[in-house]
């Protein structure tokens, strides 16, 4: 943790560049491949290619065997169709859309899911088609070097005996599911593809709960820095802060709404006893969304409190000139009368003139003193 | 990119002279020709004319022929109603208000569809006559030079087999679909007319991400500017982002509303199959206002943002202000002391006395500063 | 609109006197004159009277005939009851109760109506009785002198064949209305007493736009003005004019809620063909109320602009200070220093000393321009 | 009027003491004296005593006889319950428990009717028992003097021929029914209990409008103030008015949702044709409610002039500093340039120069003025 | 009161060291111990060991006997399941998960309901399964020392002769609902299982009011002290409550949602004499809710009312300086002309010039006292 804050302050001004600033505007709005007007189900490939090629993963199980097979040809996995047992088959890159239509017309997907799997950035929700169920959601991670959240879409495609993943890019929150599947003996092998969808579902929301875990830390790290240092990094910072927590509502709320229209019963793909899991899924995502406007709360009384602070050491600043200036101005004035050049001032004789005005000037001084203490200035 | 924002640069504050300003609030406030108490269905011509001349085009067609017509007159169109093909007659320029009255009387329309489509600045909305569906929608583009959204009202009004469209001026988004129906056998030329309905406010709806995408790399543009200028050109361009913001909210949030209305089968317009995609629009336009939600937050923090620099500009100001006097007025004050010219000032006789007040002086000069330092103001 | 302009400059002060303001907020919080406790149904003249004597009108007619009487007694009114056609008797003036209880007897409203109809400030509401139904809803209009919304009380009385119309003066939205059904052979002289509740209704709502229109104007002139002036009576015109949203915000939002309730059949006065209209009315309550919260949107944005550029002018009067201090203040205490009497200040005899002092001070002065324009204040 | 104000203008300050400030925070959280863990319908004195002895009083009516007793013994009350004439018995001061405990023992009350009763500082509610419904609502009034709402709790028991009312004081809102039910053939005689209650209802959410209408008043009189004083009083007193609105809001929101839930037919307790007397009520206080929210937006744009006019007068006295430093302190810089005693000053001897400096000096300052007016400043 | 808040005002700063910071943030985010991706039920231990190890009682009863052991094992407790009297067991501490495994085995409870139970910081729900109702809600106290809330799990497993109660840590608000218990014929005794479990809720909830309570005692005081110190402590304190009472309101409304689903039948846990109670239990949540909310609006206010001190205490010191500087720095000017050296300077012999120039003097600082007195600044 010690470390890990001191970190913290080394780096939170240069990871604020102009360069970063973009990447993360960019990421509110995202721009779409599709051509206006052009027909629904239109393949084509949106935004920029994230991985290098793409990677083919299937598990295919029920409750006495399992086939796992970590790099697959496609060909294999459209053969999957006719199995009985349950077939996960998980793509990572979305770049060949080619490939995304050759699989979804084996499967026989609405030309619409081809779409929506090809262009990342759409919000979270569930559709029922004839004989295969949609799913989109968003995976959340935070990347803790640029203090930003990293969005990528996974879809699923949920059929009798399969469910396709789609991601952005390698890496995900699946490995946990991966175990169960190849202990064997466990719940998730003596079921159907609905559990196994659930339990990804469940996986990717679990995770939301360590991205604001970090979140939180980190917004831990600058209430302690708002007390401390009223820069304007801080203000920045703070800023930047907001929008990643505005990013995170909005990937979030959807999300909330596609569980409920779950528990809604507005699909089938669910049984009931599959159900009850869901609902704690829902259950999680309700307290997930909880706690990121309770952050936002948080953040807008700091950033109430860095300006209170701004204003407080406007203040600070201005006390300090009044009081100088308040004390020395007027004493310059009456050394000013005595430095004027009249033949006729019949003080600049006087021998104890000179002692009488210093001993005035220590009291107009002390009383101006005393004055600012009585107004608690100093 | 980079020529882009050079271009920012340079017009940003010419683009908002009080000229535009008028503009930008004209839209807001859209005026209406109906002469309140005038009876419902009353035919007059709103707003100004916005072309020169009006300009009918249809396109007739089934699965197997196609009549196109780029420069057509009413009374081609009005012969179409006896085809068993689907029709789409497309007028823009709406100002010969006899012109609608002719067509509205030939396809047997209520008055209202034919008052609504002769005043635009209608919120979007669907309804339900017999024999006909009235929609009416916005179509929004952004003007790169102004800054500012255009708003022009769609109207369709949709019968068993034709689709009437009306626009405000030339130009439209409806290319994409054109293409599509002359390309010969793709979905659209086997389907009816909800369909091509469907494909017309899909390619509206498309276009609105155009215009977020748009606004948004603006708001790059803008926040990247906040940091690096205080003037207060900054806060007017916030300012009428904001406004723009507003304007896009106000116009798309009735689009929701009305897709809502469809899939909730209030009318009877789409079938089935169609409304799958119409669910597709929905989700579009849901996601276009959380984008659209998302960036007035972030114009918003970009406020707080910009007011805190200039509080933090303020105070680096006042600074340096007292700095200068605190150092500088307590010194004239001793230097005063000894420019008096009391006859009796023993101090004046010494000969290290000026050296020693030069001295002393130095020294509190250096104590202010060190002081300064310490309250870490330099 | 130039000498719209000229007009508003010169008068926007002095409207705002404080007479006025008490008159603004006086309209927030309308006077009941009902005692509490006192039984439903009380008939108690409310407010100030506001016409100098009751005036009574009707117009009776069917697809045939018309009777036209601008200036009936109240006793040729109750003859109408027995009447087939079609009566609509106006009556402005509410001050004599006596009036409004001979008329409730006669046609035998409940109680509650009659209270109703004489105590203005009624929130826009439909009720429905044995034989009658009661609307009440706001006439508005725009006191362009004074710039505030001028709130009217209309009551309708809606029976089987007659509308009763009650307003608390002369002069009203209605001369369309009137027209039409002078006019003869139109679609209202042959439809019933809900036809003609639906036109006068529609007519008010018309009225609305008239007022939000001349309200936006006004807000485009003030725009240009936060720009221009920074005075303090602009924030006081803003502040004036979100009150005036608020009460406009607050009168029609209730009309919103009682179309609703007619469009989802709680009232059996409008027959579905009629519906169909109200349905246009209620589209029309919808445009103006989010209208209205644009401006209020708009408006808010206006105090923050005008917000911000007090704090600009602030920082540039700092900046003056701040440089005129700085650069003289170090000067005169060098100038200070020379001007002291010690016996023994070497450099005083030296020739090259006084331009050399000179020189030491064009350089200082110059150093410090140089360091403002660095920093960009000048 | 006027006087209301002047006195206005002196009580405003003292009434805002420490000591009234606890008092008033003290009605946001009432102390609840149920112990946590107690048994529902415990049975416990909550807050301080608040009057000094409990008065029972009654009207036992129908259409044809009266028994009106002021001062009534509890014995009176219980022997009422056989009776087939309606009965209002009245009690005024909840401090004897064991009182409300033999009534309800003897009416059959449910426990936690018992005990809402004994609590003052519940919500409103409505709750059916078995043969009585218990109704409790707040009556509120304006303490002119100390510009606060004083909330009393009402509770209404009502039975097949009884209704009971519980008050924290003397004094109430009552006595327009007392003198209706006295005055014999009124409607209130002729109809039983549950138009009796709706009496007492009405009568006080008729009081409602009293208090806003006094606050509304209030409102005016500060808002002339907020332009005429930017004292820090001003501010308080606006801090103060917000808080009675907060307090007003949240006792009357509750009293909204009871009437819904009345006019939902949730309970029994009302006849049809009394519902549409509660309709009525219903209506009054949504328009109550909206009063409260438009004079909350009301103030919080007060506030905002208030601050507006703070930022404001700092600039004003900014700009006099700045003047007046701009102009003298480089003049002084001159002066101090003539008065060193540098042996070799050549101007010193030119006959001109001291007139020469003096125009030069004229010219500088009358510069400033200048460019102090031309940035209009002066 | 008087030493309560003596107390206060010593304490609150260091109250508000860093440490306690994170501590508090602690609390908005709390972690999770469950690694995203495994199975649902799985039981790990979360977050520190609360207490020094698993504490078990329990209470077995029905009207005529009673079992009472303070420190049972828990084979004991798998024993009461056989019994047909209600058995309350209480578990305090939830490290030992093993425990919450062979319970949740023996009592045939569903996966989740063990994980859950394990994982503190759920929010509030009510959960079915089948033979048995999942319950969990926070239970909250003040820490007065701290000033912040502190939230505990509290699970309840009800069964149809069984409540099992989960607590995180030793001490409770249920001391009540045990000595009723104990004290036999009361109605919790001649009740079952449903009733118990209402107590206990109702116990949790009552206990809610005390903690309110509480934060309005503090509030109040620091309403008192925005008035007399403007320091930026208060800022910090401030900030600190309107944390608090986030946190406050994130952890009681799912509570105000598990009694509506309550009520709404949702579940069958509760019988209808029961639910009577319930609805009692959810007025107080839904007030309690309402003084949250009210109080965030009063501390909202008091932030605003601090900000606006901070300013007009900003005002008052530069009015300070602009009065001494526009009274002084003039004069010092004049004082300087007569301090140059020119040879000629006529004024200089004549005998009345220097207490003609004092006199000046004197009239021009009257005169800038005049006008600053006639601004209102002095």
Redesign the interface.
Known sequence: MAHYREHERTSIVEALN?AR??KV??R??R??A???????GTLVSSGPQKVERVRVRFLDYDEKQLNDNEEASIDECLKLKKLPTVSWINIDGLHEVELIGRVGERFEW?P?VQE?IASPG??A?I?E?EGHTFVTLPMLTWNVERKEVIEEQLSLVVGENYVFSFQERYGD?????R??IRAGR???RSRGSDYLAY?LI???V??Y??V??E???F??VL??RV?ADSS?DT??VL?AL??EL??LR?AM??VREMLNSILRSETHLFDDSTK??M??VQ?HT??AL??I???R??VS??????????????????????I???I??????F???????????P???V?W??PA??LFMVVIGSGMVAFFRR?G?L
Chains 1, 2, 3, 4, 5 share one sequence.
């Not at 599709?34 to 629904?40: L, N, Y």
Request: without cysteine; proline residues 4%.
């Open positions: 102009p600033q973009m505007m960019g509110l709005v721009r779409r599709k051509k206006p007007g052009s027909a629904p609405h619409l929506d759409q919000r929700k559709e088609y929150v699946f490995n946990g599911v175990e169960r466990t719940r998730i339990a469940d996986a990717v679990d995770h709960f360590t604001i875990e979140i939180g830390e917004t831990e209430d302690e007390l304007q203000m920045q800023h907001k929008r505005i990013t909005r709320w959807p009850v899991f609902r704690d259950d309700v307290q909880d706690t406007e309770s952050l709360d948080v009384g700091m950033v109430d409190l860095y300006l209170s602070m701004v204003s407080f050491r406007a203040n600070e600043i201005m006390k300090v000139l009044t100088m200036a308040s020395f101005i007027p004493l310059t004035f050394a000013g009368i005595y430095g004027m050049n009249f033949e006729f001032m003080e600049l004789a021998r003139a000179y005005l210093l107004k200035w």
